[in-house]
């Protein structure tokens, strides 16, 4: 059975840092492609980091130079540092793990975690 479990959600000042983690069971997250979601109240979930299984990595303009994802293959977990929050990137903060094989995509979601950053 497949698992990802975010942890690391809480309350900040903005300025803060928080870390994400995304331990991931029943898969191998270096062979996905793990993405960081987040969804505001009354917003479309947005993708904000992803990492490939080559390493590379990609961010949303709006987090870009506050936001760094990385993998620990020993770990099986995926991290999301976020660095001088501010009170817009407040949302539940999802992880995602992606593939596709030749039967279709295959798609995993953890049950989030809540960012709540204060002015």
């Known amino acids: 059975q497949v698992q990802l479990v975010e942890s690391g959600g809480g309350l900040v000042q903005a300025g803060g840092s928080l870390r994400l983690s995304c331990a991931a069971s029943?898969?191998?997250?270096?062979?996905?492609?793990m993405d960081w979601y987040r969804q505001a109240p009354g917003k479309q979930r947005e993708l904000v980091a992803h990492i490939t299984p080559g390493g590379t990595t990609n961010y949303a303009d709006s987090v870009k130079g506050r936001f760094t994802i990385a993998r620990d293959n020993a770990e099986n977990t995926v991290y999301l540092q976020m660095n001088s929050l501010k009170p817009e990137d407040t949302a539940v903060y999802y992880c995602?793990?992606?593939?596709?094989?030749?039967?279709?995509?295959?798609?995993?979601w953890g049950q989030g975690t809540q960012v709540t950053v204060s002015s």
């Open positions: 029943g898969i191998v997250c270096s062979s996905f492609t």
């Open positions: 995602n793990a992606v593939r596709g094989t030749s039967y279709g995509k295959i798609d995993y």
